[in-house]
């Protein structure tokens, strides 16, 4: 392992993630045996996320020093949700039904009892691992992962400062939240590339996700050409240009509403990244029912990919899989929390019998927020991309009041001795 990082420009970070990603895409395309072989057990997406992380555990990037994330998230992001949700039908999203909402609140359901379980058991465990970093009680930590697998960083933030958490048990279980979370992350994407065996396993009913990549897969080649210049460029306009847009409701909303509640500091509806979120989703959802839809045809979905895997790649650099063997003990009861997590999605997954994207999305939309719960959605189809970013911001409003409910029970748990 390198002492020093080997590429601190951003220039030349992104030049290395363009090119990874441009190698993923062209062998993926060859028909040759090897290659078919290799991608039918290893999903491009997944490769897309895993590929930037090894080059950043062996020091060659640094996700940490590189602001490609930054850019990404608050640009490419945004972008990409608007040309994504561009041609979609609203209507047969909400024909999806209820169950997509289920699972969601099923995955927050996990993460709120998952943490105590949690602390009780790697205190049976080891007591010592559960007592405190650096002189403060590790619950208190636990509660800023609790914020941001509900909710996201702005949920994250408001529980540092509730519960006085100190800058290195802070920092600490940052890396236990990424870590673990990017972890699931992976098995999730490889999940969408054996959906249909699981779902059969589930024996869930996907009519409706099946007619609605049906509907769109009719859509795109109804509309289809071979796009031009100008094409291209309206599809770029369209998206950065409401990116903009979105941008400037996000910078000037938090603050109109702070004036109005401030008891709203701290949550999500105070948080800029929020707002973008939400605006940019709608901008798109509103596009949908003009003639803006018919540049679906000209490669409006193929450009909001593109700006999607990009994301993912910088998503995928910081992550530093020899981060583990740091603190173990940490790492436990993060691990442990999130197969609490997973177990419940599993159970109520089986028994409502829902479609495995149902899981997936709920969960993300729960761990990863909105930078990364369209990433699971499109895996399955780039259609399904809104109903991610739909769910993610109903994680955002709800981050707050689950993350504090864990938090306390934590507490109860820490101060009892049980664990």
Same mark, same amino acid.
């Given at each position: 392992?390198?002492?020093?990082?080997?590429?601190?420009?951003?220039?030349?970070?992104?030049?290395?993630?363009?090119?990874?990603?441009?190698?993923?895409?062209?062998?993926?395309?060859?028909?040759?045996?090897?290659?078919?072989?290799?991608?039918?057990?290893?999903?491009?997406?997944?490769?897309?996320?895993?590929?930037?992380?090894?080059?950043?555990?062996?020091?060659?990037?640094?996700?940490?020093?590189?602001?490609?994330?930054?850019?990404?998230?608050?640009?490419?992001?945004?972008?990409?949700?608007?040309?994504? *949700?561009?041609? &979609?039908?609203?209507?047969?999203? #909400?024909? $999806? @039904?209820?169950?997509?909402?289920?699972?969601?609140? +099923?995955?927050?359901?996990?993460?709120?009892?998952?943490?105590?379980?949690?602390?009780?058991?790697?205190?049976?465990?080891?007591?010592?691992?559960?007592?405190?970093?650096?002189?403060?009680?590790?619950?208190?930590?636990?509660?800023?992962?609790?914020?941001?697998?509900?909710?996201?960083?702005?949920?994250?933030?408001?529980?540092?400062?509730?519960?006085?958490?100190?800058?290195?048990?802070?920092?600490?279980?940052?890396?236990?939240?990424?870590?673990?979370?990017?972890?699931?992350?992976?098995?999730?994407?490889?999940?969408?590339?054996?959906?249909?065996?699981?779902?059969?396993?589930?024996?869930?009913?996907?009519?409706?996700?099946?007619?609605?990549?049906?509907?769109?897969?009719?859509?795109?080649?109804?509309?289809?050409?071979?796009?031009? *210049?100008?094409? &291209?460029?309206?599809?770029?306009? #369209?998206? $950065? @240009?409401?990116?903009?847009?979105?941008?400037?409701? +996000?910078?000037?909303?938090?603050?109109?509403?702070?004036?109005?509640?401030?008891?709203?500091?701290?949550?999500?509806?105070?948080?800029?990244?929020?707002?973008?979120?939400?605006?940019?989703?709608?901008?798109?959802?509103?596009?949908?029912?003009?003639?803006?839809?018919?540049?679906?045809?000209?490669?409006?979905?193929?450009?909001?990919?593109?700006?999607?895997?990009?994301?993912?790649?910088?998503?995928?650099?910081?992550?530093?899989?020899?981060?583990?063997?740091?603190?173990?003990?940490?790492?436990?009861?993060?691990?442990?929390?999130?197969?609490?997590?997973?177990?419940?999605?599993?159970?109520?997954?089986?028994?409502?019998?829902?479609?495995?994207?149902?899981?997936?999305?709920?969960?993300?939309?729960?761990?990863?927020?909105?930078?990364?719960?369209?990433?699971?959605?499109?895996?399955?189809?780039?259609? $399904?991309?809104?109903?991610?970013?739909?769910?993610?911001?109903?994680?955002?409003?709800?981050?707050?009041?689950?993350?504090?409910?864990?938090?306390?029970?934590?507490?109860?748990?820490?101060?009892?001795?049980?664990?």
């Amino acid at each position: 392992m390198f002492e020093n990082t080997l590429l601190t420009n951003d220039a030349a970070v992104l030049g290395l993630l363009v090119i990874l990603l441009a190698g993923i895409f062209y062998t993926s395309g060859i028909k040759t045996s090897f290659w078919k072989k290799f991608y039918t057990y290893i999903p491009m997406l997944l490769l897309c996320y895993f590929l930037p992380s090894i080059f950043n555990s062996l020091n060659i990037i640094n996700g940490e020093e590189s602001n490609l994330y930054f850019v990404a998230s608050r640009y490419l992001l945004p972008a990409s949700l608007v040309l994504l *949700t561009l041609s &979609i039908d609203l209507k047969s999203i #909400i024909n $999806l @039904g209820p169950k997509a909402g289920i699972m969601f609140l +099923a995955g927050t359901v996990g993460i709120i009892i998952g943490g105590p379980i949690a602390l009780i058991i790697v205190g049976f465990i080891n007591p010592e691992i559960v007592g405190a970093v650096d002189g403060q009680e590790v619950w208190r930590g636990l509660t800023t992962v609790a914020g941001s697998w509900i909710g996201g960083g702005a949920n994250q933030a408001a529980m540092k400062e509730v519960y006085e958490v100190s800058e290195n048990l802070f920092s600490a279980m940052i890396t236990v939240d990424v870590i673990v979370a990017n972890v699931w992350m992976a098995f999730l994407l490889y999940g969408a590339g054996r959906s249909k065996s699981i779902d059969q396993w589930f024996k869930s009913d996907t009519t409706a996700i099946e007619e609605l990549k049906h509907k769109m897969e009719n859509f795109q080649a109804k509309v289809a050409k071979i796009p031009t *210049t100008t094409d &291209i460029m309206v599809i770029v306009a #369209i998206g $950065l @240009g409401a990116t903009g847009l979105a941008h400037v409701f +996000a910078d000037y909303l938090p603050p109109f509403i702070l004036s109005i509640f401030p008891g709203a500091e701290g949550t999500s509806f105070a948080s800029s990244f929020f707002w973008l979120v939400v605006f940019a989703t709608t901008f798109g959802l509103i596009m949908s029912f003009t003639k803006l839809r018919k540049y679906e045809g000209a490669g409006a979905s193929k450009i909001g990919s593109i700006f999607l895997y990009v994301l993912v790649a910088t998503i995928g650099m910081k992550m530093n899989i020899l981060a583990i063997f740091e603190n173990l003990g940490l790492f436990l009861i993060g691990f442990i929390w999130m197969i609490i997590h997973v177990a419940v999605l599993l159970l109520v997954g089986k028994l409502i019998k829902a479609p495995f994207f149902f899981t997936a999305v709920g969960s993300q939309a729960n761990v990863g927020g909105a930078a990364s719960a369209p990433i699971v959605a499109s895996a399955f189809h780039p259609a $399904l991309a809104p109903v991610g970013a739909l769910l993610a911001v109903l994680g955002y409003a709800l981050g707050t009041y689950g993350a504090t409910a864990c938090a306390e029970i934590m507490r109860i748990v820490s101060e009892s001795g049980m664990q």
